[in-house]
């Protein structure tokens, strides 16, 4: 239900030279920054099939998409990691609420190699998710606890509320709608109009 992402966004020789005019400033106002953005998003979007990198849940389901900083830029912890292609991944918005993650810092242990560096959580790109986790699914519920007697699956599910009921149940819904899907092949459209009224309810 949460997959271990493989697909870091791939910068183009301009999109690196406009970073560095940008002097690695997220903020950053400039056109192609933003135009930048919108690539990202778009590629995560694809890659992700639009859903979070830490819950699995469709973006829709509990707000709206965003960019996710793994290793937050925020609060002067780490705006070196700000543009680097395995810290970057889309969240929604309520795995990114100030109640959950937000300017959380998930990193253990810092180290000047982004790979090597020792995470709290389950990393969406570096962790083994079905290592971390394990999941029992049925009809109604589709429950997660820790494998291998992980502390990172630990600290992901009690940061996110992964094992609450509302969580639990979304999982079901979800996991119930794609299996419907392809088991009846339901055209893009459909699936979108389907979408939008379960957003609503």
């Not at 992402?5 to 690695?24: D, F, R, S, V």
């Not at 192609?32 to 830490?54: G, M, V």
């Not at 149940?169 to 709608?177: E, F, K, L, P």
């Amino acid at each position: 239900m949460i997959r271990q992402l493989t697909t870091p966004y791939n910068y183009t020789q301009q999109e690196k030279t406009c970073i560095n005019t940008a002097g690695n400033n997220w903020g950053s106002k400039s056109n192609c920054i933003k135009a930048l953005k919108t690539s990202l998003n778009a590629h995560f979007d694809t890659e992700q099939n639009e859903k979070c990198c830490y819950c699995g849940l469709l973006y829709d389901r509990t707000g709206r998409g965003e960019i996710e900083h793994i290793a937050p830029k925020g609060a002067g912890l780490y705006p070196q990691f700000s543009y680097t292609p395995n810290n970057l991944a889309k969240v929604c918005q309520l795995c990114n609420s100030s109640s959950m993650k937000h300017d959380y810092d998930s990193v253990r242990t810092i180290n000047q190699n982004y790979d090597q560096i020792d995470f709290k959580i389950v990393h969406p790109y570096l962790d083994n998710h079905n290592y971390h986790y394990r999941f029992r699914y049925g009809l109604l519920n589709v429950t997660i606890s820790v494998n291998n007697d992980s502390d990172k699956a630990r600290e992901s599910i009690r940061l996110f509320e992964l094992a609450s009921e509302k969580r639990t149940r979304a999982r079901a819904v979800q996991r119930n709608q794609e299996r419907l899907e392809n088991l009846y092949n339901i055209p893009t459209a459909i699936k979108e109009r389907i979408k939008s009224v379960i957003s609503r309810n």
